[in-house]
């Protein structure tokens, strides 16, 4: 086969796995939910089965552990989140002409310092702007929920996915050794290699990142209950646990948080301290956690897991977040892949010898 012959055969497989996702769209959100479980916990059905458990019961272990575990730590914050959210949605009114008050009294004050034309710029570009976020954000919420989970499909993830999980664990070395087999002689070692760097990548970013939430989430939620916010303890939590979008996490615990300070608090200090805590989680974030427990080597930018994150809600609701990650790893390292071969060809450098 000659090159454009290969090329074109590359494009029809991928072509053709792209349509598939999209015309099956609506029935895979429990299969790439048990697929993501199983990829998640296959280290830990390997140790089992590394000390001799047979590979059915190393599955039916984990998945079984897995379980337990996170109903316990459901069990464990529900009683205490619940009664919060409740409080919380009740005092939302409260919060927002908190945060509306604040910046009516800001804009009085840039009305005194500012020319009346200066001022009437400003606020018809902040308007502007605000209105576009808004717009950009209700889109995407609605967007997600539209293709998101519906009534039939919220019981099909919860009945079938861990009936797929287990079937991928238990099988997932024969899965792998048999789509090893089904690559292409010629290319199997690049590919092999190209893969290899997917799964070090994605499996690196989502353990790691997900240590990071939890920390952010306990930590967030900690110093703001020892602040003695109202309603800390969640907001804290809420905002650690969405910090898997780089920056999102921080922002809306601060915003909240600052809310609920303005109308709880008369002390500008401690409205200052409440801030604090998340410029101070970030830092330590950006500076200590995401390198010690993520590290470079993952190589996913913030911006494009963030375009990556926000494109898959966009296209594909739920389902769409859940794959945008594997997506953005594996287009990464396809385009670093074809930067490495472009930069050793004669198209970059015309002195290297020809094929």
């Known amino acids: 086969?000659?090159?454009?012959e290969k090329a074109g055969a590359w494009l029809l497989i991928l072509a053709t796995f792209i349509l598939l996702v999209?015309?099956?769209?609506?029935?895979l959100l429990p299969f790439v939910a048990g697929l993501a479980i199983a990829?998640?916990?296959d280290p830990v059905a390997d140790w089992l089965e590394r000390y001799g458990v047979g590979r059915g019961w190393a599955a039916a272990f984990t998945l079984v552990a897995f379980a337990v575990l996170s109903v316990a730590v459901l069990l464990l914050l529900i009683p205490?989140?619940?009664s919060q959210i409740v409080g919380l949605a009740g005092r939302f009114p409260d919060i927002i002409a908190g945060l509306q008050r604040w910046l009516v009294a800001g804009v009085e004050r840039l009305q005194g310092i500012l020319s009346p034309e200066d001022f009437q710029q400003l606020r018809d570009a902040l308007t502007a702007e605000f209105g576009r976020g808004m717009s950009v954000v209700t889109?995407?919420?609605q967007g997600v929920f539209a293709k998101g989970i519906a009534f039939f499909e919220f019981f099909s993830l919860i009945l079938v996915t861990p009936v797929v999980a287990f079937y991928l664990l238990r099988d997932w070395d024969k899965i792998v050794a048999h789509l090893d087999e089904l690559l292409p002689l010629e290319h199997r070692q690049t590919v092999r290699a190209q893969v290899s760097l997917v799964d070090e990548m994605l499996s690196g970013f989502v353990r790691g990142q997900s240590s990071v939430c939890l920390l952010?989430?306990?930590?967030?939620?900690?110093?703001?209950a020892m602040v003695g916010l109202p309603f800390g303890f969640t907001v804290g939590l809420m905002a650690g646990l969405v910090s898997f979008v780089p920056y999102l996490g921080s922002m809306f615990g601060l915003v909240a948080s600052i809310g609920l300070a303005l109308i709880e608090f008369s002390d500008p200090l401690r409205i200052a301290i409440v801030a604090g805590i998340f410029v101070v989680?970030?830092?330590?974030?950006a500076y200590l956690l995401t390198p010690k427990l993520v590290g470079q080597r993952v190589q996913l930018h913030p911006v494009w897991v963030i375009f990556a994150l926000f494109a898959g809600g966009s296209l594909m609701g739920f389902l769409g977040m859940l794959i945008a990650l594997p997506t953005a790893a594996v287009i990464g390292v396809v385009v670093r892949f074809l930067l490495m071969q472009y930069r050793q060809s004669r198209l970059y450098d015309h002195e290297l010898p020809g094929d």
């Open 1 to 4: 086969m000659t090159v454009k």
């Open 22 to 27: 999209w015309l099956f769209q609506p029935i």
């Open 39 to 41: 990829y998640f916990l």
């Open 80 to 82: 205490v989140v619940q």
């Open 139 to 141: 889109g995407l919420v």
């Open 216 to 224: 952010l989430a306990l930590g967030y939620g900690g110093s703001l």
């Open 281 to 285: 989680g970030q830092i330590i974030e």
